[in-house]
């Protein structure tokens, strides 16, 4: 007879779809001998993976960090770079109202109340924490701040560096200054436990180079793996409609260590909760996607017209253009707006240009006519938007604080996009210790996590800007958790 054990066990070990196991005690079985040990192993090498081996080695713990591909950065390091913080100096200097309880209520607001509060809480508290933390480590930002694409509030601030080059240099920096084991083609194919969903997280099974080593970690394991919007098919499980579209991510964000985290006990939350950006469609090679400053740029379809309030959470974005003709719009800006573009840089813009992928005009019919729309259509729209700005009042409800910008001066610039899947606020639930816990709520020794890999931050809508603040934030919170066996 099966009881309710081996009935939960055999379910666990159905989900296994990575691992290849077909008992869930072969899962986590504790391999025979050990071919190194370690106090925190850490999986993934991207800014929540880095931040928590940083950390953690700080604290006295000899730390192993895995990263699959053959470079640090993950997801952090193509990212736009937008770091959301309510830095007291910072919003004061720029005469903005703000705080970290601005951004706690407004972060719940925006993700439908389906985060956890505490977590939350925990982000917004920290996130100026981990601003001063990354200046330390000589990271150097930008004097501006902003409102980012999808950020609702103008708190963002950029590296000097290009998209998030900034971080990663300096992280990866400190984590050799420090003493921190990194290995590079490194990919975790298992974690083990002491049984399928009771007892200790013991360590970690790593493939490099075809063969497989035993990996103990006395203290704990963090995962920072990611999320996985490169995996259409597991995002396609979720939301039918995105396995069609391309992706932001890349390619090493495919979720297997999401699932192995579940195959030994791990809770999960918000799994269908998946974000789409623009993204470069697949006739065009690279492209600037001058959506970076939401107060200088529209959108426009194949009608030469708007069709949504650009400062309009990302989900309805997302949905607004999936329902243009070809699936498909434009992101137009002038030439201050242009000049504002800082993640891509001039001999991009030229190729870009040559390609055919970045349409310039010194009219408002020359850029239609580059674009393919109705001139009259264009120049309509336009005038109806700057007319906006002039009387704050915009027939789509484009907040005032982003009717700032006419669009007028010549040249103007634009470029074709679709939207790609970009984030995933769904993963394993964790606790303010970062802490991964499990079906019945209880954190699992030994197993921390932090950044993308985890659910119940974001709820349903990651506000922009926020995906940074929370690797960070919790990446530091992983490593020290990690280290003093929390």
């Not at 985890?454 to 922009?464: D, E, F, K, L």
């Amino acid at each position: 007879m099966l009881n309710r054990r081996h009935f939960i066990a055999g379910a666990v070990a159905s989900t296994a779809t990575f691992a290849g196991a077909e008992r869930a005690e072969d899962l986590c079985a504790k391999p025979a001998q050990w071919d190194e040990s370690f106090e925190v192993v850490v999986i993934g090498a991207g800014g929540a993976g880095l931040s928590a081996a940083i950390v953690a080695r700080g604290a006295g713990a000899k730390t192993l960090l895995l990263e699959k591909m053959a470079f640090a950065g993950g997801n952090t390091l193509i990212a736009g770079g937008g770091m959301n913080a309510a830095v007291k100096a910072d919003y004061e200097k720029a005469g903005i109202k703000d705080s970290p309880e601005l951004h706690a209520e407004q972060t719940l607001a925006a993700g439908d109340y389906r985060a956890d509060p505490a977590l939350v809480e925990v982000l917004t508290k920290g996130a100026p924490e981990s601003v001063a933390w990354l200046k330390k480590l000589g990271v150097n930002f930008r004097d501006h701040i902003y409102q980012i694409y999808g950020g609702l509030y103008p708190r963002c601030r950029n590296p000097i560096e290009p998209k998030g080059e900034g971080y990663i240099k300096a992280l990866a920096e400190e984590a050799k200054r420090v003493g921190v084991d990194i290995r590079y083609g490194a990919k975790v194919t298992r974690i083990f436990r002491e049984s399928p969903l009771e007892g200790r997280v013991t360590g970690v099974e790593v493939e490099i180079k075809g063969k497989k080593f035993a990996i103990e970690a006395k203290s704990g394991v963090v995962s920072a793996a990611g999320g996985f919007s490169a995996n259409a098919a597991m995002c396609g499980l979720h939301d039918p409609r995105l396995e069609k579209l391309g992706t932001t991510n890349q390619p090493g964000a495919t979720g297997e260590v999401l699932v192995a985290m579940v195959d030994i006990g791990a809770d999960t939350t918000g799994l269908d909760y998946i974000q789409c950006v623009p993204g470069t469609p697949k006739d065009v090679k690279s492209q600037p996607s001058l959506i970076s400053h939401v107060d200088r740029f529209l959108f426009i379809n194949h009608e030469g017209k708007r069709f949504v309030a650009e400062d309009s959470r990302r989900d309805i974005l997302r949905d607004a253009v999936l329902a243009q003709t070809k699936m498909e719009a434009f992101t137009l800006v002038d030439r201050a707006g242009f000049a504002m573009d800082k993640n891509s840089t001039e001999a991009q813009h030229e190729a870009a240009r040559k390609a055919g992928a970045l349409y310039v005009g010194n009219t408002v019919e020359e850029i239609a006519r580059a674009m393919g729309v109705p001139a009259d259509a264009l120049k309509a729209t336009l005038d109806d938007y700057n007319r906006a700005v002039e009387t704050k009042k915009d027939s789509f409800g484009r907040h005032e604080d982003m009717l700032v910008h006419a669009i007028a001066e010549p040249p103007f610039y634009a470029v074709r996009i679709v939207m790609a899947r970009h984030h995933t606020m769904g993963g394993v639930r964790i606790d303010t210790k970062a802490r991964v816990v499990d079906r019945r709520g209880k954190a699992i020794p030994g197993l921390y996590a932090a950044g993308e890999v985890t659910g119940g931050i974001h709820g349903t809508n990651r506000v922009g800007g926020n995906a940074l603040a929370d690797v960070f934030t919790f990446g530091r919170i992983a490593g020290e958790s990690a280290a003093k066996k929390l």
